[in-house]
């Protein structure tokens, strides 16, 4: 049911997901004309967009760290223990060095939110930039 707080038509919705359908496949702009193609990422944009950002990886500060684990998990997967969060990770299809580094953590923890997991993945080594707080 529609509640009128849409910006755009559902005909216009559906014409932009067209429009997108095959820079998403391919990961590359697939238009001929320069003009056309949708504008370019700015430098301050997250690391998302380039692929995903796993713990562990030579890119992965810790906001980044924190926001993929935070889009991946949401906030009704805490409080928990490693354990618990390694199945809500592959339940969620989150990438393997992720669920790999989440599982490798000390299994007595508990982590209240996402914050506390981040934290607890940069210092165990396995979030990369451990200088970037």
Do not use: C, I
């Not at 562990?56 to 009704?76: C, F, K, P, Q």
């Not at 934290?119 to 080594?125: D, H, M, Q």
């Amino acid at each position: 049911m529609q509640r009128g707080s849409d910006r755009l038509s559902v005909h216009r919705d559906e014409e932009m997901k067209h429009e997108l359908q095959g820079l998403l496949r391919s990961g590359h702009p697939t238009r001929t004309e320069e003009w056309h193609d949708p504008e370019p990422t700015a430098d301050d944009d997250p690391e998302v967009w380039r692929g995903p950002v796993a713990p562990g990886s030579s890119h992965a500060s810790l906001e980044s760290v924190r926001l993929e684990l935070a889009r991946v998990l949401g906030r009704s997967s805490f409080p928990a223990s490693p354990g618990e969060l390694t199945g809500v990770l592959r339940s969620k299809n989150a990438p393997d060095e992720m669920v790999d580094a989440v599982r490798d953590l000390p299994r007595s923890a508990r982590y209240p939110n996402v914050q506390a997991l981040a934290e607890a993945l940069t210092a165990s080594g396995r979030g990369g930039q451990e200088g970037s707080r």
